[in-house]
């Protein structure tokens, strides 16, 4: 005969329904900030629907629940005013708790691209996992991880940008490929004042690349040029899919220059010209 369960526990098939009161947050959550408006949207829909993801917790000594996975789901419900929260109780030591909670968190939809990485380096840090451990746990190519990973050697205001979804996720990848940090934070500045395309930045990016000094000093005179300038020669660039380079005196005059690799794409941007004869 199965032993009775304790008061606070009340069997659902598979399940348990426990009390919300008795349900400790779990110290390894990765995820540090929840979004108020986000809370009291999944509240309003806890209180219409109750929940639908059942929360997983483990027993500790004390007679209460540690959190392993579903930290939002326990704050809105304490919004949405639940007394009990359904719940599967594993049995789980800190570092497994801290892999299915880091492997969980990685799973939402709306992480951002550090935070992500983060859990990608904690997955391999403190749970000891090679990349291709984490691949097959979290079901992600290895370079794809690699990438991840990689943001995090980017300077903090440009980690910060990420976050705060200034850039995106392609911007990052061109700016990974630059080693100079200055240089990195002068072509986010420009990602953010100019508001780049990802193919932009990738030009601008390939120019530092091959030749780094001269690309230096190209970023700093078209950081000088009026806005309207600037528009423009992103424009053409994006036109022509290659970089365009102002050069403009003090008293309005200047060229438009227009480098080429090779044959091939020299005779590819003069198609482009040939084309508006036609």
Same mark, same amino acid.
Do not use: C, W
């Given at each position: 005969? &199965?032993? $009775?369960?304790? #008061?606070? %526990?009340?069997?659902?098939?598979?399940?348990n329904s426990i009390d919300i009161d008795l349900i400790e947050i779990n110290p390894f959550q990765p995820r540090k900030e929840f979004d108020e408006d986000g809370l009291n949207e999944l509240a309003g829909s806890i209180k219409k629907l109750g929940i639908i993801q059942p929360?997983?917790?483990?027993?500790?000594?004390?007679?209460?629940?540690?959190l392993i996975t579903g930290e939002r789901r326990v704050?809105?419900?304490?919004?949405?005013?639940?007394?009990?929260?359904?719940?599967?109780?594993?049995?789980?030591?800190?570092?497994?708790?801290? &892999?299915? $909670?880091?492997? #969980?968190? %990685?799973?939402?939809?709306?992480?951002?691209?550090i935070e992500i990485a983060i859990s990608y380096h904690r997955l391999i840090e403190e749970c000891k996992l090679t990349q291709e451990d984490l691949s097959e746990r979290v079901g992600k190519?290895?370079?794809?991880i690699s990438n991840y990973l990689r943001l995090l050697k980017l300077p903090a205001e440009i980690q910060l940008g990420i976050r705060e979804r200034k850039i995106s996720m392609g911007h990052a990848r061109a700016l990974i490929n630059i080693e100079n940090a200055k240089s990195q934070l002068t072509i986010?500045?420009?990602?953010?004042?100019?508001?780049?395309?990802?193919?932009?930045?990738?030009?601008?990016?390939?120019?530092?690349?091959e030749q780094p000094e001269k690309a230096t000093k190209v970023a700093q005179k078209i950081a000088s040029l009026p806005e309207e300038y600037v528009q423009l020669q992103n424009h053409l660039?994006?036109?022509?899919?290659?970089?365009?380079?102002?050069?403009?005196?003090?008293?309005?005059?200047?060229?438009?220059?227009?480098?080429?690799?090779?044959?091939?794409?020299?005779?590819?941007?003069?198609?482009?010209?040939?084309?508006?004869k036609a």
């Open positions: 005969m &199965e032993d $009775a369960k304790p #008061e606070h %526990i009340e069997a659902i098939e598979n399940l929360i997983t917790v483990r027993e500790t000594n004390n007679g209460k629940y540690q704050r809105a419900s304490k919004i949405a005013g639940l007394d009990k929260l359904p719940a599967f109780i594993r049995t789980a030591d800190d570092q497994g708790m801290l &892999e299915m $909670a880091l492997v #969980e968190n %990685i799973q939402r939809e709306d992480l951002n691209a190519k290895r370079a794809t986010f500045q420009r990602i953010i004042n100019e508001n780049l395309s990802v193919r932009e930045v990738e030009n601008i990016v390939r120019n530092f690349s660039a994006n036109f022509f899919n290659s970089t365009v380079e102002f050069k403009r005196t003090s008293k309005g005059s200047g060229k438009i220059i227009i480098p080429f690799k090779s044959d091939e794409e020299l005779e590819r941007i003069l198609a482009i010209f040939d084309n508006f």
